[in-house]
């Protein structure tokens, strides 16, 4: 079950030399999805894969249920409305819990207070994290109750043809693009990859592939903005939250604000995905790269990039 997670492919492209150099027979399923109306326009993804490519058409499809169903296309849009009205309310609580944490971390301690009183801050800015994921998760449930998309005849035939491609491809491939979009389409189809199966993914596609989407940017027209927990992801490898565009999106140069990242989200490696990044998981391995307490995430691999929880973007040493 090895997983690749590759840097952004628009000015650096190496999915093609990944590919080669897993040496795989066959068709390789494609998920572009979040490339929403562009999906079909996959020439040149196809051409990186020898011809070899089939696209699995989710956004396609999930267009096809959207107008065909309306008990789905209406309980979509409620869907959106309330996600839309929860996620700010989030911005609102979790603005206000970073904000805390710098002041709390500014604020001069005569008496040793200080780190105790940031930790604090920190684990209150998790809780505002841990709030959204149940609410979001209730949305979820609700939907689902509502829409009841395994008793679908139209979700059952658009779900017979994801599983019959996937049931012959070795290989998938994951690109980027609208993240929302792509996890959306992952999850109304379950889209689940079969056992053995070699996964290469980059940028939003490589977010999807995480337990937790995390949308950051530090150079917005807004400025610097709290980090936001999106949504869960396919849990591919588990306890690692990558950053793609590392260089191009955060101010990696700002410890304080770095460190931050990585102590709010203690339990995940950051690994950050660069032009030229290829990071590969090999067999989904668990335990930790430096056997400390990572039982459970993925081993990450010697030569990534990750951020430290002091700050420091350190590369992974070899075992």
């Known amino acids: 079950m090895t997983t690749i997670l590759l840097g952004p492919q628009r000015f650096t492209t190496t ?29 040149e993804l196809t051409g990186h894969l020898e011809g070899r490519g089939v696209n699995l058409r989710l956004h396609h499809r999930m267009m096809d ?11 979509a849009v409620d869907f959106r409305d309330r996600q839309d009205e929860l996620r700010a309310f989030y911005g609102i609580r979790l603005q206000g819990a970073v904000d805390a944490v710098r002041d709390v971390g500014h604020r001069t ?35 689902r109750e509502v829409t009841r998309p395994d008793e679908s005849g139209l979700f059952g ?9 996937l049931d012959e491809c ?4 994951v690109a980027g693009g609208n993240v929302r979009t792509l996890v959306r389409t992952l999850r109304v189809f379950d889209v689940a990859f079969r056992p053995g199966q070699t996964v290469v993914a980059w940028s939003a596609g490589a977010m999807a ?20 927990v999106h949504d869960t992801g396919l849990g591919r490898v588990p306890g690692v939250l990558v950053l793609p565009h590392a260089k191009r999106r955060l101010r990696l140069e700002d410890r304080e604000r770095m460190s931050l990242l990585a102590r709010r989200f203690a339990e995940h490696r950051l690994v950050l995905l660069d ?16 056997g400390g307490d990572g039982v459970g995430r993925a081993r990450v691999p010697a030569g990534a990039r990750v951020v430290e929880p002091d700050g420091r973007v350190a590369v992974v040493a070899a075992a």
């Open 15 to 43: 999915v093609g030399s990944t590919i080669r150099s897993l040496d795989v027979d066959g068709r390789i399923a494609v998920v572009n999805s979040g490339w929403e109306e562009r999906e079909s326009d996959d020439g």
């Open 109 to 143: 301690s005569l008496h040793d207070v200080g780190p105790a009183a940031v930790e604090a801050a920190i684990e209150a800015v998790r809780d505002v994290d841990r709030w959204y994921a149940a609410q979001l998760a209730e949305l979820y449930r609700s939907v």
């Open 275 to 290: 032009d030229g990044a290829v990071v590969r998981f090999p067999d989904g391995g668990e335990g930790g790269e430096d």
């Open 170 to 173: 070795d290989t998938v491939v």
């Open 157 to 165: 035939w658009h779900r017979g043809e994801i599983n019959a491609v």
């Open 209 to 228: 592939l995480t337990d937790q989407v995390v949308l950051f940017h530090d150079f917005t027209a807004q400025g610097v903005t709290a980090d936001e």
């Open 65 to 75: 249920v959207l107008a065909k169903d309306e008990q789905f296309a209406a309980a």
